[in-house]
């Protein structure tokens, strides 16, 4: 009992900084679409994906390692060596990437503002090497399993990223002059933090990587490198063939859906952060309590899934007008991060037994479905298109995932959660699309399956909320008792 409650504890507290990030998002999002025409939008929604690939590509697996190895570094060195290594080599990357890209600077500034810009080129190179630190950063408070300077750090780089441009469509409602204020923020919040962490940052540190150690983790970390450009392509190819396509409007209308149906990180991203530490510690003594997780985790993400779609219409009045037509495809927007966290509590053999190269190539054929689903899908559909593309890809990575990890470390006995969380998603997020003209039987469909999933999954909801009574309780003992 005392195990579980602890993991829910932590659980509870790394997922704080999702809570919040739902609640400033949530905020953010009817002021922005109403501040902002879409356009305009649409640029900052650009470069937010030019400054994710810029920064994922510089991982080059450092950040993995970092995860992997922060138990047990390689070769007996500190975790002071492993953290200012893996970040001294991104950083690294980061300059050199910055130095190639200025022979390209009119192109990549143009693809955010419309028109060559030197400042708007600065502003990428800056910002991107700012969330490479942020990301080291989070990942030794996540490992440290430090919820406290974890939520404190998240809940500020969230009100960077959310709110505090928004201070611009006040002021101009112009997307480049929201980018340079956006920038100075993340290097004000990066000069702040990194002192917070200059006790474990140390060249000299670094330094002391001998050639046992660079082999260990370049073995690692040598699969991993395709996989920085494909997970930016996983996330974003959709948004790209789009603003080809169709223009930075329809980016700014997609992208605002997006982050409306990013309500599901509230589960999928504080489980996430909790969860690989947990695994990495705990899979050689753990009995059926990742079976019970992965159970667990699939009920809350299919039922929150479908209660969000049922409650589609109040949510899309936060919007601006110009913005609601993506209500008809929303509910395509939740699987990919629901396929995404499943995954997680399905394919641990992968990381548990090293085998990184299987993640390069899952990556891979995500990358190439998504790509070819979008290119097929976009030009006859536009923004549903899009969606479909997407949830599409996620489905099938998901099984291929879970395959794939079951064969290094089995945790699951059936895959039937996984076909119902699925199933019922994909028959929610169809029926609202095909149903779209016709409110009276698609409401009908929402509501039948969403009881459909309370009933089959009665047991997990009973156990769920015993748990949580539980905890409650053992909390005001606690608290009585102090």
């Not at 970390?221 to 790209?240: K, S």
């Not at 009995?287 to 949510?315: D, E, I, K, N």
């Not at 039987?441 to 459909?452: D, F, Q």
Request: net charge positive.
């Amino acid at each position: 009992m005392a195990k579980k409650h602890e993991f829910l504890k932590n659980l509870i507290g790394f997922s704080m900084v999702t809570w919040i990030s739902f609640a400033l998002g949530f905020l953010s999002s009817p002021i922005a679409t109403r501040l902002f025409e879409p356009g305009e939008l649409g640029k900052v929604n650009m470069f937010f994906s030019y400054t994710g690939l810029m920064s994922t590509v510089c991982y080059l697996g450092m950040d993995q390692v970092y995860v992997r190895f922060f138990r047990e570094p390689p070769q007996g060195k500190s975790q002071k060596t492993l953290f200012s290594y893996c970040i001294g080599v991104a950083l690294l990357a980061s300059l050199l990437l910055t130095g190639g890209l200025c022979f390209f600077w009119q192109r990549l500034s143009a693809g955010v503002s419309g028109t060559p810009r030197v400042s708007i080129f600065v502003c990428l190179c800056i910002f991107s090497f700012c969330q490479i630190l942020f990301r080291f950063m989070s990942l030794r408070f996540r490992m440290e399993q430090n919820a406290l300077m974890y939520t404190v750090q998240g809940v500020l780089h969230i009100f960077i990223t959310k709110l505090a441009y928004l201070s611009m469509g006040f002021a101009t409602g112009k997307g480049e002059h929201a980018v340079l204020l956006l920038t100075l923020l993340m290097v004000l919040f990066s000069l702040a933090f990194l002192w917070v962490h200059r006790r474990h940052l140390s060249p000299k540190a670094a330094l002391a990587a001998d050639s046992p150690f660079l082999r260990e983790v370049w073995l690692y970390a040598l699969p991993l490198l395709p996989l920085t450009l494909l997970d930016w392509l996983n996330n974003n190819v959709n948004i790209v063939v789009m603003n080809n396509l169709l223009g930075k409007e329809a980016v700014a209308i997609y992208s605002s859906a997006l982050g409306l149906a990013a309500t599901i990180n509230i589960i999928q991203t504080g489980f996430n952060a909790y969860w690989a530490p947990y695994v990495l510690e705990n899979y050689d003594s753990q009995t059926g309590r990742f079976y019970t997780v992965h159970r667990m985790m699939a009920c809350l993400l299919c039922l929150f899934g479908l209660t969000l779609s049922l409650l589609q219409t109040p949510v899309f009045l936060f919007l601006g007008k110009s913005y609601r037509s993506s209500v008809v495809f929303f509910p395509f927007l939740f699987l990919s991060p629901i396929c995404y966290c499943l995954g997680e509590t399905t394919d641990m053999g992968i990381t548990i037994s090293k085998k990184t190269w299987w993640t390069t190539i899952i990556f891979l054929v995500s990358s190439v479905l998504n790509i070819a689903l979008c290119s097929l899908l976009i030009p006859r559909l536009g923004m549903p298109g899009a969606a479909m593309a997407s949830s599409g890809t996620a489905v099938i990575i998901l099984f291929l995932r879970t395959w794939v990890g079951q064969r290094y470390y089995r945790v699951l006995p059936s895959w039937r959660y996984l076909y119902l969380t699925v199933g019922l998603m994909l028959a929610a997020a169809f029926g609202n699309l095909l149903l779209a003209d016709r409110p009276l039987p698609k409401y009908l469909l929402l509501s039948g399956l969403l009881a459909a999933a309370v009933v089959c999954w009665l047991p997990e909801l009973k156990v769920l909320c015993r748990t949580a009574l539980e905890l409650v309780g053992s909390l005001l003992h606690r608290r009585k008792k102090g």
